[in-house]
């Protein structure tokens, strides 16, 4: 006989600090609405094919980001470096133009924002979206990928930006 699972769901305090401990890149995800550029920080970028190339990241239900991004025709994801933390920290604040200095950007191939001194961007055309929870699961096509700096990458972990060492 099996045990059945207990009906109940776990402590929110004791489900924030167990995701707290897995360590994540970080990633700026940027659009073109309407001729404005949107933009934000976001550490649950994932790979999700090869073939077709597809990846995702979840966007929050309230984000007034997202309703700009979802009306976009496509987006990019800026793999941050490890010098990029105030970036990062930037594009998750809501009292700022997030574009303005000393964000330094210029428009992609398609139009959507690229920041500088990234380790990586990926252009993405909208593949598919589908509500989940208090969140959105938005998966892109990637339609161009350019490496820049392979070797730095931004991680977030416990709340702090950080550096990866290799062992
Ligand atoms: C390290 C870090 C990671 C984040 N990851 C996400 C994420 O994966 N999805 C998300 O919706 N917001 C994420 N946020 C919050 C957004 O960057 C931003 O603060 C939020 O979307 C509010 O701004 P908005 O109303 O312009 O969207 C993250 C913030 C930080 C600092």
Known sequence: ??????????????????????????VV???????????LTATSFSSVSLDPPLVSFYVDQSSTTWPWLRSADHFAVNVLASGQAELAARFARKDIDRFAEPTRWRPGPLGAPLLQDVSAHLICLP?????VGDHVLV?????????HD??????????????????
């Open 139 to 147: 998966v892109g096509l990637v339609a161009e990928a350019n490496v």
């Open 1 to 26: 006989m099996t045990d059945t699972l207990p009906d109940r769901t776990v402590n929110a305090e004791h489900y924030r600090r167990a995701l707290a401990v897995h360590a994540a890149g970080v």
């Open 150 to 167: 392979p070797g730095r990458p931004l991680l977030y972990h416990q709340g702090r930006f950080g550096r990866f060492i290799a062992l």
């Open 29 to 39: 995800i940027t659009a073109q609405s309407e001729g404005i550029p949107v933009g």
């Open 127 to 131: 593949h598919e979206t589908l509500d």
